[in-house]
Structures are given as C-alpha cells and as structure tokens.
C-alpha cells in the first residue's frame, strides 16, 4: 500500500494539468456549497432574530387565568427552562382629565425584559432593571412635558370601581365609574416606551420592574415559558395545564397560546400545521427544494468525477500493472480515494473562505437594498461551525462520491482488461454515416456528429451535468415565478374597496362634523364607514339548507370534520356569524343594488339583510370556488345570535334580527368570509348599539369602526394623489382624535413597503441564481475540457489525413453547438413535468403563468451555456493548433 502511496503522489506530481483540473473543481464545489450554506443559515439567523424581536423569546404562554401561587409547580416541570413573567395589573390615578385619567402598569420580571420584545419598545432611557423603576408610554410624556426621564413619580394606588363592584384595571371605561384609593406608590421614570393605548381604556400604559419575591399567592399572573426541548413545546405545554387542573373548551384544547413563528422557524410544527403543510402547496414547495439540493449535490458529483475519471484513466495501464504484482482491488480503489483526499486539502479550506468572502458581499448589497425599510439592526453574516460543517461534510462526501465511482470501476477490472482497456480507451466507435448533417453543415458537421456519437459513453457524464444544469437554474426559475404568480393571481385587490384606510378606535361613532370634514379632502372621491360584530348563532340540523345537506353532508359532517368552527352541542349546532353594520349612504347603496327597499332597515333595529351562501369546501378549489346556499332562510323569520361565538367569551349578550332580504352580493368591503359563516347587514348606528351591550372583548372589537376612501382613478390611480390625500386625512385625525384613537395607513405606503421588500427579494433570487449559473457554467468546462484531453490522438490523426486549422475549428464549433443544444433538449421533459406538478399544486394554468415565466433568463442562461461550450472548445482547438501533429499520435493528453 506504502508503494500506491508514494505512486500517488509521483502521479500527481507529473500529472499537473489534470490534478489542477480536479483541484480547481474541488474549490469551486467548495466554494459554491460554503456560500449557499453560509447563505441559508444567515437568513435562517436573521429571521430567528426578527421573530424574537417582533413576538419575544418564549414558546409557550399560560394563556389562562394562572396564580402566584401555581408559580413554584410550573417552575419545577423538568422540562422548563426558563419562566418570564408579568405581573398583576395596578391602577394609578393621574389627573382629572376626562380620556385618561390612569395610569395602567403592569411589572415585569428580569427574564421578561431580557426575553421580550418590550426590550426594543424602549425609544429613550433605559430598560427597569430593579424595583421601583417603570418605563412608561410615549403618549403619557406627550400629556405630561413636564415629566423627564429620571423623575420621580409619587402617585395614588388603587381600583377602578362601578359603584361598589371592581372593575378590572385594562377594560374599556364604564359610565359612572370611580376611582377608589388603596395607597401609594413611587416609581422612577427609566424609559420611554414605543406604545400607545386607545382612549377606550381611559388610561396611559407603563411596564414596571417586578421583584418576584412580591409575588402573592392569590395575585393573578401571565406566565411565559421556554423548554428545554423546543420541540416538546406541543407536548409539554398542555402536561403543565393538565397538572394545573385546567379544563378544555369545547374544543378539546386547553387555554394556551404558541409562539408559532418562532417555533416554526425550528421546525417545530403541531399535529394540524403537519396535516395542513401535507394537504397545502408548502409540503409541495419543500419537496421541489429538496429535489433542487439532491440537483447541486448531483451536479458536483458529476463534475468532479468527470475529473476523477480522467486522471484514472490515464493511469488505468500503471493500476493494472500494479493489480498483476499483487496490488488487491481494495488497494487500487484506496489509491484513487487517496488522491481525492490530497487533492481536497489545498482546494477544500480555500473554497470555505472563499465562500465567506461571496456571502460577506451578498450581506452588504441586501443591507444597502434593505436599509431604508428595515426596522432592526443589519443583517449580520452568521458564517459559522453551523455554516461551515454542512459544506465542509457535503464537499468531502461530494469528493468521495466522485472518487468512488472510477475507483470503484477500475478496481473490478482484471490487470490484463486494465492494461488492454487503456490502450481501447483511445478507440471510438466506428462512424457511421450522417447525410443530413453533411448536407446541412458539410463534411465538417458530419465528422463533429460522429465524434458526439462514437464517443456517446464517454460524453454521458458531460451530458448528464448540462442536463442537471440546465434543470437547477431553470427549476429554482420556475419555484420563484409560480408562487409570484400564484400570489398575483390570488392576490385579495384592496384598492378596489380602498385607497387610505381609518381605524377609528376610541369607542364611539365617528360625528358626523368629522366624516364630512373628511369626505371633504381635495381628491376623495367616495368614503365608507362600517363596523363588524362577530357572534354566533344556535340551529338544529334541519336548518341546514338542501344545498349543505346534499353536497356537505349537514351541518353533523361539517362539525365531526374538526376544521371548521361549527360546534355541536346537545343536539345543536354552533354556527359563525358576522353582523356588518354599514353607513346609511352606503347601507342605502348596497340594498338598492340588489333590488332590496332600505327605508325599512333605517326604522326598524331588528331587520337586516341576510348573505346566505357559502364556499363548499369539499368539492371547490382555490382557483374555483363553488358558492352553497348555507341555511334554509325565509324572509321575515327571526334568527338569535350571542356574542358568545367561543365558550371562552365572558358575555352573555343575545338579540334577534328579523330576515328583511337575502342578497346575492357581499357589501363592497375587503372581507373574505370564513367557511360556514352566516352574514347579516345593517346600518351600521343598529349593530354599534347591539355591540355596546356586548362584554369587554366583544364590545372592544364590534365599536371599532373602519373608514375607506376611495381617490379618482378615472385615469389611473396616482400614488402621489394618495399620498397627499392621506397626509391630510392624518391632520385631521391628528386634531380631532389624538395619538392612540386612531390608526391608518394607504396603498402608496403599502406599495412602497412591496417595492423594498421586493427589491430585497429580487437580490436574493438573482444571488442564488448567479450561484447556480456560476455551478452551471463550471460544470460545463470541467466536462468540455475533460473529453477534449482524451481525445488529441484523435485531432492528430484527423489533422494527418488533411484536415485544415479552418475546418477543424469549423468542426469543433458545430460539435459544441450539437453538444450544447443536446442536454437542453433531453432536459426540456423534466421541466415540463417540474413545472407542470408545480403548477397544478399552486392552482396556476399556463396561459396564466406566461406572463410570468422567466423567458430573458431562460433564452439568456441557453445562450450562456453555448457559449461556453463553444468557448471551451476555442480554448481546446487553439491547443490542438499549437501542438505538432507528432506529439498528438504519441500522446493523447494536453
């Protein structure tokens, strides 16, 4: 073994040209695997780190009512590693003014702050660090200038009351209600938070710090978890419930909330995300890009064994000589594997650095692209063990793989086939005769056909990689615009509904004084204002329509399904209901345009229009939606709604509204109603008051009335119209409501925050495209190069027999374009069917993907690839040119 060691290295040493081959595609492999793994595992950092900074640093939450007294046991769960905690709420009287009169704070431990995203809330000062220190709102310094960071506040402690009943410290206010005096308190003022709080809740918001050892037994707290094990978080998370004697809804789940992007980004997934990704496109889409990474990894091997096999062979008559003295086929194959591992040592570390320095560079073009829309701190270029293991893994095993494989075939061989094979590895085939080709390309296209077809094998390798080629960038093409097409196509238009769009949040009816005020802004051309009460809605099952019992077995199929929110219970069933409350103008509108009278609705409370259809599920698609009368409704028939939708809501307000009209048309609002969800309209002055009767959670909801307002797009909307028209919207909402009652935002806005983000997006996918093209393109000529080497006897004697410089250039050129054009066709079916399975998941036909199918990379990376077929074979002809015809028939390696 110590002498096919030593022959080796002498091998290596006197064959340069092909061990530099193999090196030089050992460190692009390298290079390539180091910069996509770098790549993805700084994405896959980066969003860890925006989910932690945007939803915190837990897993799961206690979301039901949970005592200072269960702290310890939670605690002790063996599987628990960390436990952040909020506090009880506490309420500080201010001032006498009439919106916000308090002061609501809650504390927060130090796991909290230093888990949380409360952390980068803090726009000035500091974080609490210890007892006694509060950060409080942005709204409380803008009513209060005189309060600085630093100061100390001394305020009175105590609780919101109604009379003599306590009414919890962040509910809306309540008519009539008074605050009742327990004590006092003393904070310093450390930070300024980002926050603001509606005016509905008559108070400003501060976070405290919380000293655990404060905690009571009887004090109700919110408990935040990390596990030991993230992916036990869906396992563990309910044991800790049920350990604390927590009974399930009517659903069969406990109380609890996940901090689902985060866990997501670990791959931890729950039972109903696995069967949803496995019935979805998503399951699909990471299916596609697992077959794109077995392509890189294929392509690799190929290419590197393209020069592995060069360089046995030419030593294919020394192995055999070495096989006859005694050298076993283990040996001869540990020989070719050894020369792999020597010629990675160099190439291998230089290919990981170099791979760094291409993501450094990536790094800083998306932080340049990206500075202006991003929120956090840069992306930084996380190039790691986490990075550098996976490639450096792939790259050896890449290696071996294309070492194996000659190795392998030489080591089977018996010394005589071995010595004699060397000398048939110079033979081709016999030629046959190509008419076609000497006709259309003469006798320099007929000789550049034969010598594609005499040596077929041993461009296999060569035509298998292009092929590869060709499907990775073109596949990765088709991933990226298919789902740009699917979301274009699926796309919900909201500036058909809106062009600048008010949440008006401070509990109250929009007066009249401010909707005309703001219907009357230079370039507003319609305005809507609504609001929407969800509730609920108790039938037997006869009540289900003949539509719902013949296509979606009942209202007893739709509820055993467990995807839906119908419910059953003693016989009956829980059925969604939305109740929409639209301004008279438009209520008037909307009645008018499907034929129905509104003056009734105007005077009577209890009549609305009904829409009673809903999509069926079970036999319409995405693409094709197939509409279901939903309930069997007659006109003038009293239907009874409560606020309790889910068993979880407190209140138990109920009202009956008398069907006046079914329409056939959903108002012209941006909703998409959920499966199995009865609507009823109305103006909106009925349903506000039917939503202030209902509970603290549902009235919160139901008094928020949203405002649309539509510009002229007679000619084409005018961003900058928008723009303008929502600046002077905000004024007023600025002057009438205040920071903290209103909320907005405007298509311009949204638009351009879709132009960053693509931006962004556009950089990455031409990064990994330029990668795979660079792949490609190195494949190509590694493999050109490779077969030329083998074959300068060949030219030689072509070159004796009176073959000119000109036609063996011609022949070369016609031989490269044959060879080129040969992979794209032979690829041309596998991507037909990647695309077609790709688009038949995403529900995208083909006339709708052309205007999105990547024809100027397509034509433009073919292009690219011929020439450098082309150029490869320049590159080996002037070559050929310059040697003498002598030196060819003698040796046929350059």
Not at 422 to 440: C, G, N, Q, T
């Amino acid at each position: 073994m110590k002498i096919l060691q030593e022959y080796t290295w002498d091998a290596i040493r006197r064959n340069k040209k092909s061990s530099a081959a193999i090196m030089v595609a050992i460190y692009l492999m390298t290079t390539m695997m180091s910069c996509l793994c770098g790549f993805f595992y700084t994405m896959w950092t980066d969003n860890i780190q925006m989910t932690k900074r945007e939803s915190g640093n837990w897993h799961g939450e206690l979301f039901d009512a949970t005592y200072g007294r269960e702290l310890e046991q939670i605690e002790n769960f063996e599987s628990v590693s960390e436990v952040m905690i909020k506090g009880p709420w506490q309420v500080l009287k201010v001032s006498d003014e009439e919106k916000r009169p308090y002061l609501i704070t809650r504390g927060a431990d130090q796991e909290y702050w230093d888990s949380m995203a409360e952390q980068y809330s803090i726009i000035e000062g500091s974080v609490p660090e210890k007892a006694g220190e509060i950060a409080l709102s942005k709204q409380y310094f803008s009513s209060h200038p005189e309060v600085k960071i630093g100061d100390t506040l001394t305020l009175p402690s105590g609780e919101r009351r109604n009379g003599t009943e306590k009414i919890d410290a962040n509910v809306a206010r309540v008519d009539g209600e008074t605050f009742f005096q327990t004590g006092t308190e003393t904070y310093k003022v450390v930070g300024k938070l980002d926050v603001v709080s509606e005016s509905v809740v008559p108070g400003y918001i501060g976070i405290h710090y919380l000293d655990r050892k404060t905690i009571k037994p009887d004090d109700q707290i919110t408990v935040y978890l990390r596990f030991q094990n993230i992916r036990e978080t869906y396992r563990e998370l309910p044991k800790i419930a049920a350990a604390l004697g927590w009974e399930k809804d009517e659903y069969g789940e406990y109380n609890l909330r996940y901090n689902t992007d985060l866990l997501i980004k670990y791959g931890v997934i729950s039972e109903n995300q696995r069967s949803m990704l496995a019935e979805g496109s998503m399951g699909v889409f990471i299916s596609m890009a697992g077959v794109m990474m077995a392509l890189v990894v294929a392509l690799f091997v190929l290419v590197i064994h393209n020069a592995f096999a060069l360089s046995a062979n030419e030593r294919l008559s020394q192995l055999g000589i070495f096989s006859g003295i005694g050298a076993s086929p283990r040996q001869i194959r540990k020989s070719i594997l050894f020369e792999g591992f020597l010629l990675s040592v160099i190439p291998v570390p230089l290919g990981i650095f170099s791979g760094w320095g291409l993501d450094s560079l990536a790094m800083s073009l998306i932080n340049e692209v990206n500075q202006s829309d991003r929120v956090a701190n840069p992306v930084v270029l996380t190039f790691g063990l986490p990075a550098i293991l996976p490639a450096l893994i792939l790259a050896l095993l890449t290696v071996w793989l294309s070492a194996r494989i000659p190795a392998k075939k030489i080591a089977k061989l018996m010394p005589v086939e071995a010595i004699f094979a060397a000398a048939d590895s110079l033979k081709v085939r016999r030629r046959k005769r190509k008419p076609l080709y000497a006709v259309l390309f003469g006798t320099e296209g007929e000789l550049a056909a034969n010598a594609i077809d005499a040596r077929r094998k041993s461009y296999r390798t060569a035509t298998s990689a292009l092929v590869i080629s060709f499907l990775l960038l073109f596949g990765f093409q088709y991933i990226v615009t298919v789902q740009e097409a699917a979301a274009k196509i699926y796309e919900f238009d909201s500036e058909k509904f809106w062009h600048v769009q008010v949440w008006f949040q401070d509990g109250k009816l929009p007066s009249p004084e401010v909707t005309e005020r703001l219907d009357a802004v230079e370039g507003v051309k319609h305005s809507l204002y609504y609001n929407g009460l969800a509730c609920a809605t108790w039938q037997e099952e006869d009540k289900a329509s003949e539509e719902t019992e013949k296509y979606m077995g009942g209202f007893e199929k739709i509820a055993s399904s467990g995807k839906y929110s119908t419910f059953e219970r003693d016989g009956k069933y829980r059925i969604a209901a939305t109740v929409i409350g639209m301004d008279d103008e438009n209520f008037r509108s909307y009645c008018e345009a499907q034929g129905i009278d509104p003056e009734p609705y105007f005077s009577d409370p209890e009549l609305a229009v009904f829409y009673n259809q809903t999509e069926d599920p079970f036999h319409g698609t995405r693409k094709r939606p197939i509409l279901r009368e939903f309930l069997e409704l007659q006109e003038g028939e009293e239907i009874l709604f409560t606020e309790k939708n889910v068993d979880g809501i407190d209140g138990d307000h109920e009202f009956s509204l008398k069907v006046g009209a079914v329409a056939e048309q959903l108002p012209p609002l941006e909703m998409e109603p959920s499966h199995f969800t009865l609507i009823a309209v109305a103006p909106l002055s009925h349903v506000f008051a039917q939503a202030e009767q209902c509970s603290e959670t549902r009235r919160s909801s139901g008094t928020r009335v949203k405002g649309y307002y539509l510009t002229d797009d007679t000619d084409g909307i005018s961003y900058q119209t928008i723009s303008r028209v929502a600046d002077e919207i905000e004024e007023i909402m600025e002057e009438t409501y205040g920071l903290g009652d209103y909320d907005m935002t405007d298509s311009a806005t949204k638009r351009n925050l879709n132009e960053e983000s693509s931006r962004v997006m556009n950089l990455i996918v031409g990064f990994l495209s330029g990668m795979l093209a660079v792949i490609g393109i190195a494949n190509v000529w590694a493999s050109i190069t490779g077969n030329l080497c083998q074959r300068k006897r060949e030219f030689a004697m072509l070159r004796s027999v009176g073959l000119t410089p000109k036609q063996l250039r011609k022949m070369l050129w016609l031989e490269g374009i044959f060879l080129g054009l040969r992979p794209l066709l032979f690829s041309l079916p596998f991507q037909a069917v990647f695309l077609g399975v790709y688009l038949h998941f995403q529900e995208v036909s083909l006339i709708e993907y052309l205007p999105y199918a990547p024809y100027g990379l397509v034509i433009g990376y073919t292009a690219l690839i011929l020439l450098t077929v082309s150029g490869a074979y320049i590159v080996g002809e002037r070559k050929i040119q310059k040697e003498s015809i002598m030196e060819g028939v003698k040796d046929d390696t350059f």
